[in-house]
């Protein structure tokens, strides 16, 4: 039966099939199943070709205040228009009428520290929280409550009902390392102190995302905040300090500790600006996803 011409030797389809093409052509002998493919593909990779050497030159911003003009905020994704860019009439239209205008979900950057790497053998020490939205920091301190002052330092038990109490204001929870470390350390002493549970938040931890979607040397905060170049510096962690606050009470040590982990959430927050991209979806488990 004969189906019309080959579309590329133009000789007859004689065979059988659905073909627009001979495998071989019995007739010329051309391949023509291959010069096909060859000029398919050949199509396909013009048509998804980025752009070409015109094509860069027509992104070229024109002249004039567009190249002028402050970004408000982050940087635009893309080029965006000329009109969205004129900075002077957008503040034109602010209202400044003097009222805070709060964020529907309030979020909790914190760190804690710890007398150990696990609730059995040790307790919290400090804890830095700051609220978001509107702004607020808390610092709690374990020589600050009367259960230290009276020489029995095991009972953590009002820091940490404080400590939740503050968390449960936050609608979402950040921290370095928050699902390994800080959440199951704070969860153990609520059960073992028989503290009611905090319903579980949205969580964002920059560790498991660094673990996830990248690769550095360490995924330690100290030395990711250095291979990002963080200016936030995060003091060592000098083993003597907690020695000395755990077994002698030492003040010295406490306040060593206390400023260990301010430093520790500060640079939380810069840390948080920089991978924030990277967090596409949130959920309780770390948002690494």
Same mark, same amino acid.
């Given at each position: ?6 579309? !590329? ?85 602010? !209202? ?12 909790? @950057? ?7 790497? +696990? ?10 929280? @700051? ?42 929870? !950040?921290?370095? +390392? ?68 755990? @077994? ?6 406490? +306040? ?31 948002? @690494?996803?």
């Amino acid at each position: 039966m004969n189906r019309g011409p080959c579309e !590329i030797c133009s000789c007859p389809l004689t065979s059988r099939g659905t073909g627009k093409v001979h495998a071989l052509c019995p007739l010329c002998g051309r391949d023509c199943r291959n010069e096909f493919a060859k000029a398919k593909n050949s199509e396909i990779k013009k048509r998804h070709t980025f752009r070409d050497s015109q094509d860069v030159t027509d992104l070229t911003p024109p002249p004039g205040n567009f190249d002028k003009a402050k970004p408000l905020g982050r940087k635009p994704f893309g080029r965006p228009a000329a009109d969205l860019r004129n900075t002077a009439r957008i503040e034109s239209f602010r !209202i400044d009428d003097g009222k805070e205008v709060l964020h529907p979900f309030r979020t909790a @950057y914190f760190d804690i520290e710890a007398g150990g790497l +696990n609730a059995s053998f040790s307790r919290i020490l400090t804890c830095v929280i @700051y609220l978001t939205d509107p702004s607020e920091k808390f610092g709690f301190r374990a020589d600050h409550y009367d259960s230290w002052k009276r020489g029995q330092r095991s009972d953590d038990s009002e820091m940490i009902a404080d400590i939740f109490a503050v968390l449960e204001i936050a609608d979402m929870w !950040i921290g370095h +390392n928050l699902m390994r470390y800080d959440i199951p350390m704070l969860n153990a002493r609520a059960m073992a102190l028989r503290l009611p549970s905090v319903v579980p938040r949205e969580v964002v931890d920059p560790c498991m995302v660094l673990r996830r979607k990248a690769r550095f040397a360490s995924n330690a905060q100290g030395s990711v905040a250095q291979d990002l170049g963080l200016t936030t510096e995060k003091t060592p962690v000098d083993h003597q300090y907690w020695v000395a606050a755990v @077994y002698d009470g030492s003040v010295e040590a406490m +306040n060593y500790i206390y400023d260990h982990c301010v430093h520790d959430v500060e640079q939380l927050v810069e840390e948080v600006e920089v991978i924030r991209g990277w967090v596409k979806k949130l959920d309780h488990f770390g948002s @690494y996803r």
